[in-house]
């Protein structure tokens, strides 16, 4: 803790929250392993390990990050890590995921519920909590970047596993929905509509299509989003590849049109060719 914190370490709230990812929790938990075998129950000897681990980990650490960023698993490479007491230690994310939003007007519904003590004495009235839970349901837009480039380098290189991510995240974005009080709302439900684009530009949203909100049908949302997606290709002309995936018939301006499969197979095409 000490070597990672400094003078934070034995303040659990001065010290920032880091994130680990599996290569540096294996790392670090056979070294400690290691370290507890040699030493036995001898703390001096421990004390001692312990401080010519870190003198030489520290050395072999600066040597590694001129070469490359420190590893922190799947979860560091996509949504980064920044870590102030170590900025070698620090990673960019390589996926943008924009808050979703309502195409429409945002439709509220208050969830009444209460908690009955059964063991209440007979003067009790048996209410322990009266609370309500605001309930939100709708058609959303969502919009998330992957920095090709950026995941890439925080794969390490690894253009094998990269293609797997992108190949595994069109599926996560279509299938998977956060959510809670699952129990009691289900909500699992799957995307109507996705326009993948690969491109060399700065990515752009379209969410300015849902300025003016439009009526809470798939069909609207998405003839609302083609017109506008229509208007930025005449203005910009940027070129993007497309493919889409839509359970509604609307053409989509220069895309392809296919299953959630063949948006997940051209998505793994991204990653860069393992040369030969």
Known sequence: MKAVYGEKATSKQSRQTLLLGEPEVAFLKAEAQQMAENAGADKRTAKSLAAEWLKTNKSNLKAMSSGAKLPAGLAGALFGRMVTSDPRANIDAALHVAHAFTVHAEEVESDYFVAVDDLAEADDTGADTIQETELTSGLFYGYVVVDLSALHLNLGGDVGLMGE?????????????????????????????????????????????????????????????????????????????RHVMSLSNRE???????????????????APQEAD
């Open 252 to 270: 989509v301006p220069s895309a392809t049109r296919g299953s959630l499969r063949d948006l997940a197979a051209f998505a793994k095409s991204l």
């Open 165 to 241: 991510v992108l190949h595994n995240l069109i599926y996560l974005i279509a299938e998977v929905s956060p959510g809670a009080k699952l129990g009691s709302t289900a909500p699992y439900s799957r995307a109507s509509f996705m326009l993948l684009e690969a491109g060399d530009r700065q990515p752009r949203s379209l969410a300015d299509a849902y300025r003016v909100p439009c009526r809470a049908e798939t069909s609207t949302a998405v003839a609302v989003l083609c017109g506008h997606l229509a208007a930025m290709d005449q203005a910009y002309e940027t070129g993007e590849t």
